[in-house]
């Protein structure tokens, strides 16, 4: 969930046509100028999830969609109870399916991004017990 508004905390009001902050669920700030229209890029949105981008690619794989969706999908696990677990399930079944069809370099990758994200989330350990 992105919120949208000033970093004073006050909601855009009816008429101000462009936002200064943009907050990410994980309480990241983004500055956006006021001087036109506004486009995020991928890394932007990467930014926002906290999660790496290899961790995004994972989810994208597994689930056959854009890594754009991939994103808001991880964005959405990784704040939620229980989400890390599946992100962590989502990357052991690319492991388990590079090595089934014989690509052992990117059941490699796979298994080092798993190792980083066990790394960056340890409070899955919590959510396991």
Request: charged share 25%.
């Amino acid at each position: 969930m992105i919120e949208i508004g000033f970093r004073s905390g006050a909601k855009q009001q009816h008429g101000d046509r462009f936002p200064h902050w943009v907050m990410s669920a994980g309480g990241g700030w983004l500055q956006i100028d006021g001087g036109g229209d506004v486009m995020l890029t991928y890394d932007d949105c990467v930014g926002l999830t906290d999660l790496e981008k290899e961790e995004i690619e994972a989810i994208a794989q597994h689930e056959h969609v854009p890594e754009i969706v991939a994103a808001e999908l991880g964005c959405c696990l990784i704040h939620q109870l229980g989400g890390a677990m599946q992100i962590d399930r989502i990357i052991r079944d690319d492991i388990r399916d590079a090595a089934r069809h014989g690509h052992p370099d990117e059941a490699l990758h796979w298994k080092q991004v798993l190792r980083q994200f066990e790394a960056a989330h340890p409070a899955m350990e919590q959510e396991a017990a």
